[in-house]
């Protein structure tokens, strides 16, 4: 009879420990899909993952030349330039005229020809650059550019007027950034 009590005893005893083994397993197996997705996508987002397509112009080192998404260490071999604007400051287009936007610009482009530069390119329309951006930016109201979707619009907006300025010098325009805004 004490072999039956110990008997009866011992099934709990490994139902205990079964029904402590299946969570823990559960959590091992998330914990390493977690880090599996995140090593991908860390791996993803910096661009190791972006091959050239067979029909993209590709340069000497297999890259391709058209890319805007490239990582940090093919930069300087496509000569990929960032050129920052001085700040631009403007009133908004509200009824009651109190509304301002003090924003920095910075440009990322490359040159098309192989002649010419981001930074020369701007220097010789900074004119032309200078008024598209202010009478872009007089043209928003307060509610167009409050959250993230209006000043999205804003960057796109000021990307597509500037690359058409920029295209005849022999620069591409890749990206528009705004280190700096303020809206008031």
């Given at each position: 009879?004490?072999?039956?009590?110990?008997?009866?005893?011992?099934?709990?005893?490994?139902?205990?420990?079964?029904?402590?083994?299946?969570?823990?397993?559960?959590?091992?197996?998330?914990?390493?899909?977690?880090?599996?997705?995140?090593?991908?996508?860390g791996l993803?987002?910096?661009?190791?993952?972006?091959?050239?397509?067979?029909?993209?112009?590709?340069?000497?080192?297999?890259?391709?030349a058209g890319?805007?998404?490239?990582?940090?260490?093919?930069?300087?071999?496509l000569g990929?330039?960032?050129?920052?604007?001085?700040?631009?400051?403007?009133?908004?287009?509200?009824?009651?005229?109190?509304?301002?936007?003090?924003?920095?610009?910075?440009?990322?482009?490359?040159?098309?020809?192989?002649?010419?530069?981001?930074?020369?390119?701007?220097?010789?329309?900074?004119?032309?650059?200078?008024?598209?951006?202010?009478?872009?930016?007089?043209?928003?109201?307060?509610?167009?550019?409050?959250?993230?979707?209006?000043?999205?619009?804003?960057?796109?907006?000021?990307?597509?007027?500037?690359?058409?300025?920029?295209?005849?010098?022999?620069?591409?325009?890749?990206?528009?950034?705004?280190?700096?805004?303020?809206?008031?």
């Open positions: 009879m004490a072999d039956d009590a110990a008997l009866e005893e011992a099934p709990p005893q490994q139902d205990k420990q079964r029904g402590l083994l299946v969570p823990l397993l559960i959590t091992g197996v998330v914990a390493a899909l977690l880090a599996v997705g995140a090593t991908f996508g993803y987002a910096a661009g190791i993952f972006d091959a050239p397509t067979a029909a993209a112009e590709t340069g000497a080192d297999g890259v391709a890319d805007p998404d490239l990582p940090d260490s093919v930069v300087g071999t990929i330039e960032v050129v920052p604007l001085k700040k631009f400051s403007a009133n908004l287009k509200d009824g009651s005229g109190g509304r301002k936007i003090a924003i920095d610009i910075s440009l990322e482009g490359r040159s098309v020809d192989g002649k010419s530069s981001l930074g020369e390119a701007v220097t010789e329309k900074e004119a032309a650059i200078r008024h598209t951006v202010n009478f872009l930016l007089m043209d928003f109201t307060f509610a167009e550019l409050r959250g993230t979707d209006g000043m999205l619009r804003l960057r796109d907006e000021i990307h597509r007027r500037l690359d058409m300025h920029l295209e005849d010098m022999g620069v591409r325009l890749d990206r528009v950034y705004f280190t700096d805004v303020v809206v008031q």
